[in-house]
């Protein structure tokens, strides 16, 4: 299975890797620079993004900021009816909702182990 990892750096297009650059808490960064699991909603917010960054940001993020940002996109994509008929589709709207869930769940028992 690829990740996003995986993606060539230059994606066949030149320029990409410099058009990977964010602007971040006044400054600007490329997105290699940035720690892992570092960025959270908040920073999400302050952060300006190309379409080769935002490919490149979910490693980015906290668990919760990466699960927020996965409904809020889901949230945004549109049904093509039941039954599904792709694996687009299917993952798109059954995979990832009961992934979504079911991380929220052992997000939410880590929690109350930690008390």
């Known amino acids: 299975m690829k990740t996003i990892s995986d993606i060539p750096q230059n ?13 971040f808490k006044g400054g600007r960064t490329h997105i290699s620079n940035m720690e892992d699991r570092s ?5 999400l917010k302050g952060v300006a993004l190309t379409t080769y960054a935002r490919m490149k940001i979910p490693p980015k993020m906290t668990d919760k ?5 996965a409904e809020r996109y ?4 549109s049904d093509s009816g039941y039954p599904y008929v ?7 709207h059954t ?7 079911r991380l929220k769940e052992v997000s939410q028992h880590e929690v109350k182990a930690q008390r």
């Open 39 to 43: 960025l959270t909603t908040d920073d």
């Open 65 to 69: 900021a990466l699960l927020q940002t």
């Open 86 to 92: 792709t694996y687009n589709d299917a993952l798109v």
């Open 74 to 77: 889901l949230s945004q994509c």
């Open 11 to 23: 994606n066949n297009i030149q320029g990409s890797y410099d058009m990977e650059y964010v602007s």
């Open 95 to 101: 995979i990832v909702p009961e992934l979504i869930h």
